[in-house]
């Protein structure tokens, strides 16, 4: 036990120094196309500068994953055309949604605007929260949001600087940060805030997984119906490392398969969209629950 301890420490405190030492490139990003939701109703549409896709890397410093997730921000550089040369500073506060687009892939991607609570170590819901801007991973009934936390491996330039891309090709998934809500709600609840645990709350798993049923039963509170299988899927143990070794089992089947022949980059690619789907899945579950007992 006391080498498991050392071990986790070990790897904590690396991340946590990898996070601090590594100096990422922050040169202005391009203006990207937007819509962006007012909370009085109107839409704006332009171009907003300085947004990372949730598909990208973020670089976590423990402790710091959703300001390092770019979520937190507090306004939104905008304007009208591409080629204008002023621009417009707009609060996040006067924001409802954002929605923007992938101009390589034209994929349509949405942040909405929730006051995130957690869940502590009471399973109760704090009454306080940290306003984010979160990527919509899955819309329903139960909106599931969350974004990729990954540790990339740097490129090292003439002047010593270190950055990365962020390609999937050069990052190891680190963990999925997941938030709950439904569409109507101005709140998201976060079963576990991975960036802020300590080595040694790894080492009890199965209080954490108890967050992840009070934060279903939080969000869908107004079905009775669900409760019952959220109360089930607890008695059967649903959210536990056994879960995730047969959903990781149940797929590797179909993953070797794709990796037959791949190298480099493309096995990269495959490896970090089945080990997300991993991380994801297993809460997918109880939202398709809510789907059917609560038509």
């Known amino acids: 036990m006391k080498k498991l301890i050392t071990f986790l420490v070990f790897i ?12 990422f490139y922050t040169g202005k ?4 196309p937007i819509e962006i939701l007012m909370e009085d109703g109107s839409t704006k549409k332009g171009f907003a500068q300085d947004f990372m896709l949730p598909d990208v890397a973020t670089f976590s410093i423990m402790g710091k994953g959703p300001k390092y997730a770019n979520l937190d ?3 939104v550089k905008f304007k009208t055309l591409k080629s204008d040369t002023e621009i417009q500073s707009i609060p996040v506060s006067d924001i409802k949604s954002l929605i923007y687009t992938n101009e390589e ?17 009471d399973l109760e819901m704090e009454s306080e929260g940290k306003v ?3 990527p919509l ?8 949001y969350g974004y990729r936390s990954m540790m990339c491996k740097a490129d090292f330039g003439d002047n010593f600087a270190v950055g990365s891309n962020g390609g999937e090709d050069n990052c190891q998934l680190t963990y999925v940060m997941i938030y709950l809500s439904k569409p109507d709600e101005t709140y998201a609840v976060a079963p576990v805030d991975y960036s802020s645990l300590s080595p040694l709350a790894l080492l009890n798993m199965k209080t954490l997984y108890k967050k992840f049923y009070k934060a279903y ?3 869908g509170a107004d079905c009775p119906e669900f409760l019952k299988k959220v109360d089930e899927a607890r008695q059967n143990d649903y959210f536990s490392n056994k879960t995730f070794r047969e959903n990781k089992k149940a797929t590797d089947a179909e993953r070797k398969a794709l990796l037959k022949g791949k190298k480099g980059a493309e096995a990269s690619r495959i490896n970090m969209k089945y080990r997300t789907e991993l991380f994801t899945n297993i809460y997918k ?10 038509k």
């Open 105 to 121: 892939t034209q994929e349509h991607f949405q942040l909405d605007k929730r006051l995130v609570k957690d869940i502590n170590n």
């Open 12 to 23: 904590f405190t690396m991340q946590n120094m990898i996070a601090q030492s590594l100096q």
């Open 29 to 32: 990003r391009d203006f990207i």
């Open 137 to 144: 991973m899955e819309k329903g009934p139960i909106n599931l």
């Open 132 to 134: 984010l801007m979160l």
């Open 217 to 219: 039963e939080i969000v």
């Open 285 to 294: 579950k109880l939202i398709d629950d809510y789907k059917e007992s609560c």
């Open 73 to 75: 921000r507090k306004d």
